[in-house]
């Protein structure tokens, strides 16, 4: 296809990423996603027709060899997408220095790394579009979420940061905030029938996100359409961190 574009995805293997990829793959995109567990990833790039490469963002720091590869495999690069994270909810004189580390490491270390190595390559190719995943816990105050919410309000620190920094290179860098979306990362909370029922009774539209939905807001970021957004924290959360309805 004529407007087919190459995108880079960490965490591609996850519950949002999978939906993105198919998404991404039936406009006719071409795909490099990594991932931690080969099964799952194998089985991501087979759905969506994507190359992978095993890769843990959050140990891995140098984000450049999972570029380099995507550009050796498809020639140029459009976009990168960072998906990489984790859930750990406790409050902080719970949270141990291993379990900040771990939170930090996995949201915002990782965001950090895509960044800046899809920044190199997007310079010297004329542009293209970053986006980054932040949460509604870090625009509205979540009982038990310091570390996450910590961790995700430095993403939409970097996110405006960024944007600043490489809009003259034609790089836009924006990121979507969710709320609870049902993947296997948040499968401990989703499982559990009254956890659940809370859940959804927090965000105004009655119910939790589902992948495709922050995987359509990440797509459209990706897409030329979205051409004169930058630095935007896109809050895809059922109104959570904005809305307060009756009864809320």
């Given at each position: 296809?004529?407007?087919?574009r190459?995108?880079?995805?960490?965490?591609?293997?996850?519950?949002?990423?999978?939906?993105?990829?198919?998404?991404?793959?039936?406009?006719g995109?071409?795909l490099?996603i990594?991932?931690?567990?080969?099964?799952r990833?194998?089985?991501?790039c087979?759905?969506?027709?994507?190359?992978?490469?095993?890769?843990?963002?959050?140990?891995?720091?140098?984000?450049?060899?999972?570029?380099?590869?995507?550009?050796?495999?498809?020639g140029?690069?459009?976009?990168?997408?960072n998906?990489?994270?984790?859930?750990?909810?406790k409050?902080?004189?719970?949270?141990?220095?291993?379990?900040?580390?771990?939170?930090?490491?996995?949201?915002?270390?990782?965001?950090f790394?895509?960044?800046r190595?899809?920044?190199k390559?997007?310079?010297?190719?004329?542009?293209?579009?970053?986006?980054?995943v932040?949460?509604?816990a870090?625009?509205?105050?979540?009982?038990n979420h310091e570390?996450?919410?910590?961790?995700?309000?430095g993403v939409?620190?970097?996110?405006l940061?960024?944007?600043?920094?490489?809009?003259?290179?034609?790089?836009?860098?924006?990121c979507?905030?969710?709320?609870l979306?049902?993947?296997?990362?948040?499968?401990?909370?989703?499982?559990?029938?009254?956890?659940?029922k809370?859940s959804?009774?927090?965000?105004?539209?009655?119910r939790?996100?589902?992948?495709?939905?922050?995987?359509?807001?990440?797509?459209?970021?990706?897409?030329?359409?979205?051409g004169?957004?930058?630095?935007?924290?896109?809050?895809?959360?059922?109104?959570?961190?904005?809305?307060?309805?009756?009864?809320?």
């Amino acid at each position: 296809m004529s407007d087919s574009r190459c995108f880079v995805i960490a965490g591609g293997s996850g519950g949002i990423g999978r939906a993105l990829c198919g998404l991404l793959s039936r406009k006719g995109h071409r795909l490099f996603i990594t991932g931690r567990d080969a099964e799952r990833l194998q089985a991501a790039c087979e759905e969506s027709g994507a190359e992978g490469m095993i890769w843990d963002v959050a140990q891995e720091r140098d984000f450049s060899p999972v570029i380099e590869a995507a550009l050796e495999r498809c020639g140029r690069l459009d976009g990168a997408v960072n998906l990489c994270g984790s859930v750990l909810l406790k409050p902080a004189h719970m949270t141990s220095d291993s379990d900040l580390d771990a939170v930090l490491a996995a949201n915002l270390l990782s965001a950090f790394s895509v960044t800046r190595s899809a920044a190199k390559a997007l310079m010297k190719s004329g542009g293209g579009s970053i986006v980054l995943v932040s949460s509604a816990a870090a625009r509205v105050g979540l009982a038990n979420h310091e570390a996450i919410a910590a961790a995700k309000a430095g993403v939409i620190g970097l996110t405006l940061s960024a944007a600043a920094t490489y809009a003259g290179s034609g790089i836009r860098v924006n990121c979507v905030a969710p709320g609870l979306v049902r993947t296997p990362a948040t499968a401990r909370i989703t499982a559990n029938e009254a956890s659940l029922k809370m859940s959804e009774q927090m965000h105004p539209l009655g119910r939790i996100g589902d992948p495709q939905d922050v995987a359509s807001a990440i797509a459209w970021l990706l897409d030329p359409e979205a051409g004169w957004v930058t630095g935007q924290v896109i809050g895809v959360d059922g109104g959570l961190a904005t809305v307060r309805s009756r009864g809320t």
